[in-house]
């Protein structure tokens, strides 16, 4: 079955700090990923997504992840963070074909 | 730019009441979805459309509805309201050339609390 795990509920960092969010998933054929940030009261935007080729991607905000098959994960990553960047953070993975299968979620704090 | 609008924001039902999410995009976009967010959860699927007049469910259908008469409309009805339907509901579209190649664009919710 396919499945999203995010184990890190709450991460704290400082602001200036680097940023690892960890997402390990489970899927039978090459996934399609994706990473979304949800601020509070609002609804989800994406911050980027893989679905071949180069296994570094990019995003917007200053994010990046990086897959990797051989761990089943897909982390995202950000050098230095700023305070803005408090949130939650959500991995997901396509499922089917008109579907994606989402994680419980990571809650950013952002100290100064 | 409007994106996924929905209507309302938040709203307190009774058990057993009835009620309609309304979402509607303005971006031409043939997919859209509805998913339901609980306290500490990801989103989960409730149910989606890939067009006018096509709807299919997805992870969690039971004691919704829903119907896409035209492209930009696609509203979610609670028939029985349950204190289980208590939740943040989430309406996305996605564009016509794949949704998995696409970005979903999200609305901003709507908050049911269920008394």
């Known amino acids: 079955a396919q499945s999203v795990t995010q184990p890190d509920i709450h991460i704290t960092v400082s602001e200036g700090a680097s940023l690892e969010l960890r997402c390990n998933y489970s899927y039978g054929a090459t996934p399609y990923l994706f990473w979304y940030v949800q601020s509070p009261g609002q609804g989800l935007q994406l911050l980027l997504k893989y679905f071949s080729g180069d296994t570094l991607v990019q995003g917007i905000k200053g994010f990046e992840a990086e897959f990797k098959r051989s761990q089943s994960s897909f982390n995202l990553r950000k050098p230095s963070v700023h305070w803005s960047d408090a949130a939650e953070y959500f991995c997901?993975?396509?499922?089917?074909?008109?579907?994606?299968?989402f994680g419980t979620g990571t809650r950013l704090t952002v100290i100064p | 730019n409007a994106g996924v609008t929905q209507t309302p924001k938040f709203r307190i039902l009774k058990i057993g009441q009835s009620m309609t999410l309304q979402c509607t995009q303005d971006m031409n976009h043939n997919y859209m979805y509805w998913y339901r967010q609980d306290p500490g959860m990801g989103l989960k699927l409730i149910y989606y459309?890939?067009?006018?007049?096509?709807?299919d469910k997805g992870e969690v259908p039971n004691g919704y509805n829903v119907s896409r008469s035209t492209t930009e409309d696609f509203p979610l009805r609670l028939e029985l309201a349950a204190p289980s339907q208590t939740s943040v509901y989430f309406c996305a579209s996605s564009s016509k050339q794949g949704a998995l190649n696409q970005p979903q664009h999200f609305g901003d919710g709507t908050r049911l609390s269920i008394l």
């Open positions: 997901a993975v396509g499922r089917g074909a008109n579907n994606l299968f």
């Open positions: 459309s890939v067009g006018a007049g096509i709807t």
